[in-house]
């Protein structure tokens, strides 16, 4: 697997900020609020409908689902809640288009590592998977990617406002340690 940040993005987050730091968050909230935060991309025939993380060294699960209705090329992006953990892309469902489903394709990837950082809202990316099979029966996936987009977190700290306010927001890309951002960056203070 690929795990490739955007130069502008970097220089986004890098540039404006050295105020980075890759600690866990001490806010005081209750059990229940930390979230994932994420946007997918299919590029190709195939649509992705459907991820499924999964958590090391436990049983939990994280799905996102209905992905095909983000639409292709649209920033938007999906901020649901999740357990706090260690996890992994373990499989991707996709579409050829909303009749027909495609199997399971199973990813396992689990050197990608994803850390959810216990009460923050943790933006693990956008995730541009690429397919070329235009057969529903095959199960190929060329390639997937999770890359940094500073279009996708100020959509959503503009949109969650309060919550983001409220709460510690961390960069927490697939193989990387989570970092807390400083939420001047998003224009919260």
Not at 43 to 67: C, H, M, N, W
Not at 74 to 96: C, H, M, W
Request: net charge negative.
């Amino acid at each position: 697997m690929k795990n490739l940040f955007s130069a502008f993005t970097l220089v986004f987050i890098l540039g404006f900020s050295s105020a980075l730091v890759s600690q866990q968050s001490n806010a005081a909230e209750p059990e229940g609020t930390t979230y994932i935060l994420l946007n997918v991309t299919s590029d190709g025939p195939l649509v992705t409908r459907r991820l499924e993380f999964s958590s090391l060294g436990s049983k939990k699960e994280y799905i996102a689902q209905d992905l095909q209705n983000i639409g292709r090329g649209v920033t938007k992006y999906i901020l649901d809640t999740i357990e706090p953990g260690n996890y992994y892309l373990s499989s991707i469902y996709p579409a050829l288009n909303n009749r027909e489903n495609g199997n399971r394709v199973d990813v396992d990837d689990k050197d990608g590592v994803i850390t959810i950082v216990k009460n923050s809202i943790n933006y693990i990316g956008d995730i541009y998977i690429e397919s070329d099979e235009t057969s529903i029966n095959v199960n190929k996936i060329i390639d997937f990617i999770y890359e940094a987009n500073s279009a996708t977190l100020m959509a959503a700290a503009t949109a969650q406002r309060e919550l983001f306010q409220k709460l510690d927001v961390v960069i927490s890309i697939a193989g990387s340690k989570p970092m807390k951002i400083d939420k001047k960056l998003l224009g919260l203070e």
